[in-house]
């Protein structure tokens, strides 16, 4: 299904639409091609190690800071020197990466845009190569869309672009290199960088990246290896890639100064992955049956282990002269409803006060219309600076404050409920193409469906997995509700006007997942199997 000639070893076992031709050139795929020899028996190991490390946490084993590492830690180093795009990041915005959003995330006022090619987007192959022609014409400023009678276009100003390439978990099934799959992470860096690096340099900025679901530093030092190849390959300095991190994983937070120092030289910081960070807690101790979250709600940034967490990843950071990028407010503005509106925008100023008040020096939203809201909460702890990496937070992090899991308390049907209606509403969403859904008045990704259907398995699994009326959590109680809430998500994708043929689908997904024997690592890796029938991204 080609129509050029394609570097020796490389196939790609999907359809070519227009412009794709643009992105999967032969030089292109070449350079893919190379990464993947050179570092994939390394991504493979590193997922085995993941894998015994689990084991070992579900046999007892807790973790805790290294300490073969502990001269890492106690040593006084600091990151490279920050290019000036990079130097102010006050408010980021994220999003996936369709054209009208990325136009509109970049028109935003933010001082930094995450384009998503990951919990945020379906990885359809449409999806993720369009993505890369909407990703080039971005970088050349000749991004533009039709829809609803209006153009849409640059500004004269715009948010400087970071890119976010998938976790090193997933795969891009559609393109083999030597008979072997090719990562995800890896497809996504390798055809952004080759495009793009060189002009985004040209303009005043340089290729940003955000890293994802790194579980330890041996899995920055990957990344920062494959950085070096990459620009030596297109005969760039070393240093010119610069990657944040997004802590988002519970073994990431113990090891966020080797994090750091492992990409040193490439290095712009740690992001609080918060949502994904949750998840991570659920999964790696859902099979202790003392560990019990409370309801989702209840679980928020002052909770202790998140709170620890925020304050740690501010510390390590300002101490090595990096940035600590605050996590998502995934509340969006409310349409036709004033007093929920103002509900939500003060939950928006409540967040990024809090975040500016300890240390970060700047945080994520999901609207553009919640910028400049949040833009003046950080402008009233910073003033005029553009970070306050002076700043690090007293006192320290105990393994144990990492690990204070608390609330276990209050689990009750509503909470029971809304994992159930917001994992099969997200999933249908996903399954139709869509990875980015308002839902009940939050912008959700993929992270919100994973703490879901991870909190049921866990609670219908755990005996503290009682609801406030005394009823346990069990098989009979879910496979009872996800019906109902099933018909629920249903009637409002109706009122919205959106074909409702995947949700029946997704409600069988989520309780498969749920209610399974093994807990499944990664929500999105069946997910593909349904979205392409085993030829999944």
Known sequence: ???????????????????????????????????????????????????????????????????????????????????????????????????????????????????????????????QVQGQINLKDAVRRTIAFDGGGKRYRLNDTVATLLIRPRGWHLQERHVTVDGQSVS??????????????????????????YLPKLESHLEARLWNEVFLAAQAALDLPAGTIKATVLIETVLAAFEMHEILYELREHCAGLNAGRWDYIFSAIK??????????????????????????????????????????????????????????????????HDKARDARDGFDGGWVAHPGLVQLALEEFVKVLGARPHQRERVPE?????????????????????????????????????????????????????????????????????????????????????SLIPEELRRVEAVVARAGAPIGTYAQAASVFERLSLAETFTDFLTLPLYEALTGGAGA
Request: one cysteine or more; glycine letters at 8%; hydrophobic letters at 40%.
């Open 395 to 479: 006192g320290g992090c105990a393994a144990a404050d990492l690990l204070d899991f608390r609330p276990e308390r209050p689990i009750t049907e509503a909470g029971l409920r809304n994992d159930i209606n917001v994992a099969i509403h997200y999933i249908g969403s996903w399954l139709a193409g869509v990875g980015c859904v308002p839902i009940h008045n939050l912008m959700e990704d993929a992270a919100t469906a994973e703490i879901a259907r991870s909190q049921v398995w866990q609670w219908v699994r755990s005996p503290k997995g009682v609801l406030e009326d005394g009823r346990k959590v069990d098989a009979g109680l879910v496979r």
């Open 284 to 349: 790696k101790f859902s099979k202790r049956r003392e560990f019990c979250l409370a309801d989702r709600g209840q679980v928020t940034m002052e909770a202790p282990f998140m709170r620890a967490y925020a304050l740690e990843l501010v510390r390590a950071c300002h101490r090595r002269g990096a940035p600590a990028i605050g996590g998502m407010s995934a509340l969006i503005p409310i349409k036709n409803d004033p007093p929920a509106n103002e509900r939500a925008l003060a939950g928006v100023r």
């Open 184 to 209: 995800g992470a890896l497809f996504d860096f390798a055809l952004a960088f080759f495009h793009n690096a060189r002009e985004q340099l040209a303009r005043g900025a340089g290729p940003y990246f």
């Open 1 to 127: 299904m080609n129509s050029f000639d394609l570097p020796q070893g490389v196939r790609i076992e999907a359809p070519l639409e227009p412009r794709f031709e643009e992105i999967l050139t032969p030089e292109a795929l070449a350079f893919l091609a190379g990464l993947h020899r050179r570092f994939e028996p390394r991504r493979r190991a590193l997922l085995a190690a993941r894998a015994q490390r689990q084991q070992r946490i579900d046999a007892g084993e807790m973790p805790g800071f290294l300490p073969e590492t502990l001269p890492v830690r106690e040593g006084e180093w600091r990151i490279a020197p920050l290019p000036p795009a990079l130097e102010r990041r006050r408010v980021e915005i994220t999003g996936p990466v369709e054209r009208k959003m990325m136009i509109n995330a970049l028109n935003s006022g933010a001082d930094s845009y995450m384009a998503d090619f990951e919990d945020s987007s379906t990885p359809s192959w449409r999806n």
